[in-house]
């Protein structure tokens, strides 16, 4: 079965300072993984997405996931938090596409 | 704009009562997912449908039904419904493959009283 964590269901940080929010996966094979994001009152937004290969995964609005097989994370970072950033971030795991898991969620507050 | 599109977004209903939820996936996506997202449960998977056909299924009472459409739309119909069904429901698309992402609708938010 696959599961994620997401560690810290708060997150918060100055305005400038580096966004880190915590995710890792349990999985027998190698999955698909994913960061979306949700703006209050509105559905989820994907930010990025793993592919195979590529480490390191650039998304949009300045944010980025590194990929650690060795580790089983795959966390999210923006070295410059925006007032604009805070929202809630989900990710999520999938082996086929055809299913995914949702982590609890990670609240951010950016503080001005 | 995901291109999902999910309606009413609001609901207020009794308990009891027997609601639809209704979603357009994004064109040419086969697949749906529904998903229940509440305060104290998180985002949990409900079901998700494939061209017609069901696929998968999570947490989904025996009182929530689902079906797909050869339009490829979904309904999401909940019945007898208690205090604690209110939440937000998204529903979700994708095209069929491997890591290919889900779009996510509005949400149709559900408030039973």
């Known amino acids: 079965a696959q599961s994620v964590t997401q560690l810290g269901s708060h997150v918060s940080v100055s305005e400038g300072a580096l966004v880190l929010l915590r995710c890792n996966y349990s999985?027998?094979?190698?999955?698909?993984l994913f960061w979306y994001v949700q703006y209050p009152n509105q559905g989820l937004q994907l930010l990025l997405k793993y592919t195979t290969g590529a480490t390191l995964v650039k998304g949009i609005n300045g944010f980025e996931a590194e990929f650690k097989k060795s580790e089983t994370s795959f966390h999210l970072t923006k070295p410059s938090a925006h007032m604009s950033d805070a929202a809630e971030y989900f990710c999520?795991?999938?082996?086929?596409?055809?299913?995914?898991?949702f982590g609890t969620g990670t609240s951010l507050t950016v503080i001005p | 704009d995901s291109g999902v599109t999910q309606t009413p977004k609001h609901l207020i209903t009794a308990t009891g009562q027997r609601v639809t939820l209704r979603c357009s996936p994004r064109?040419?996506?086969?697949?749906v997912y529904w998903y229940q997202q509440s305060l104290d449960q998180g985002l949990q998977f409900l079901i998700q449908?494939?061209?017609?056909?069901?696929?998968a299924k999570g947490n989904i009472l025996e009182r929530f039904s689902a079906q797909q459409f050869p339009d490829l739309h979904s309904e999401l119909n909940l019945s007898s419904l208690e205090l604690g069904d209110s939440a937000l429901y998204f529903c979700?698309?994708?095209?069929?493959?491997?890591?290919?992402?889900?779009?996510f609708g509005q949400g149709t938010r559900l408030t039973v009283v």
């Open positions: 449908y494939y061209n017609g056909e069901e696929r």
């Open positions: 999520a795991v999938s082996l086929t596409g055809n299913q995914f898991y």
């Open positions: 979700a698309s994708s095209v069929e493959g491997v890591n290919t992402e889900a779009f």
């Open positions: 064109s040419g996506d086969l697949s």
């Open positions: 999985s027998s094979v190698p999955p698909y």
